[in-house]
């Protein structure tokens, strides 16, 4: 059974980095990418960011190329998620997201949802 | 980038009514690259459909898709309370967007 467990609640300042993490169970990594999408209070979703299973090809989008980087940890089955230069509304719950079709050349749509991670970013 | 409408932002229904919802591109969405979550409060989100009109794993058939090109639709046949929630479409055809999402409240 497919189960992403992200990690815990954060709080930071203005101008600090986060990095959340995703360990995905009951699959393998290397052949579902992992998708990260965000929630602000009140808001809808929005996509941030695809990291392919097999060869880590990444896709960022436009408004978050720069401040993103995604990581891979084959060993660990985890994908961290690193988001710098925080920003007040940066403030969110973060999703990671499987890619709902094997070996995909790029993001699709996402069939497994991690729990969330609050992030807070306040001064 | 493709940008999503929905419509309406609010639907106040009861149960056991048949809803439909509207999710509008602002370019053809290639290959019928749409997909359809729900989205409860304190929840993740689902998956409900994809390609336009592919019911994900374990979804009740009581879900429906359709559309193509800029113009797709979500069809509830029958509310049931578990049902009222946020509905959001995305499309994946290019870097993937989604719409604002239209909530289904209880009236």
């Known amino acids: 059974q497919v189960h992403l467990e992200q990690s815990g609640p954060e709080v930071k300042r203005p101008g600090a980095s986060v990095k959340v993490s995703c360990k995905a169970s009951?699959?393998?990594?290397?052949?579902?990418?992992i998708n990260w999408v965000r929630q602000a209070p009140g808001q809808g979703l929005e996509w941030m960011a695809w990291v392919s299973g097999i060869n880590e090809n990444i896709e960022y989008a436009p408004k978050f190329q720069g401040r993103v980087t995604l990581t891979t940890d084959i060993l660990t089955n985890t994908v961290y998620m690193e988001l710098k230069r925080l920003r007040s509304d940066d403030t969110a719950l973060y999703y990671c997201?499987?890619?709902?079709?094997?070996?995909?050349?790029?993001?699709?749509?996402?069939?497994?949802w991690g729990q969330g991670t609050l992030v807070i970013v306040s001064s | 980038e493709i940008v999503l409408t929905q419509s309406p932002d609010t639907l106040s229904l009861s149960p056991g009514e048949r809803v439909t919802l509207s999710c509008r591109a602002s370019q053809s969405v290639s290959a019928r690259y749409l997909a359809w979550y729900q989205v409860k409060p304190g929840q993740a989100p689902r998956l409900l459909i994809h390609g336009a009109s592919s019911r994900a794993t374990g979804i009740p058939d009581k879900f429906s898709g359709s559309g193509s090109g800029t113009d797709f639709t979500l069809t509830i046949s029958r509310l049931e309370p578990e049902d009222f929630a946020v509905y959001y479409c995305q499309q994946y055809g290019t870097s993937p967007t989604f719409g604002q999402g239209t909530k289904v409240e209880i009236k």
């Open positions: 009951g699959y393998t990594l290397n052949r579902y990418g």
């Open positions: 997201a499987r890619t709902g079709v094997a070996v995909a050349p790029r993001p699709y749509y996402f069939d497994s």
